[in-house]
């Protein structure tokens, strides 16, 4: 069975930036997982925030230009570099993956969940 952990948030100043590490586990073939992260409010909904897959990366428009997803495939970890951090970026963060090659938006379609690393930002 396919296990992640996720880990790297903390407390920063607005302007800051954090790197999110998510550690893959359980299948040879993990190098080959569209891997996203998803972030959530209390009382809000979970959201994408950036996902890699083996044809590329996406973001959400709130964070683009300023989060950077990559992939070491040797080591099966993804990471969220994190910059220019605002208050609104603070939630948990959440890495993923379905166990398939191609990203989704749907945070109902992944089976598999990191278990949350908090951000956040102050003011």
């Known amino acids: 069975q396919v296990r992640l952990s996720d880990s790297g948030g903390g407390l920063v100043q607005a302007g800051g930036s954090l790197r999110l590490s998510c550690e893959v586990s359980?299948?040879?073939?993990?190098?080959?997982?569209?891997i996203a992260w998803f972030r959530q409010v209390p009382d809000q909904e979970r959201e994408i925030v950036s996902c890699?897959?083996?044809?590329?990366?996406t973001y959400s428009d709130s964070v683009k230009g300023r989060f950077a997803i990559s992939r070491n495939k040797d080591t099966y970890t993804v990471f969220l570099q994190m910059n220019n951090l605002k208050p609104e970026d603070t939630a948990v963060y959440y890495c993923?993956?379905?166990?398939?090659?191609?990203?989704?938006?749907?945070?109902?379609?992944?089976?598999?969940w990191g278990q949350g690393t908090q951000v956040t930002v102050a003011s």
């Open positions: 993923a993956t379905d166990r398939a090659p191609a990203c989704e938006d749907d945070p109902g379609k992944y089976g598999y």
């Open positions: 359980g299948s040879t073939v993990a190098d080959m997982y569209a």
């Open positions: 890699i897959s083996m044809t590329g990366s």
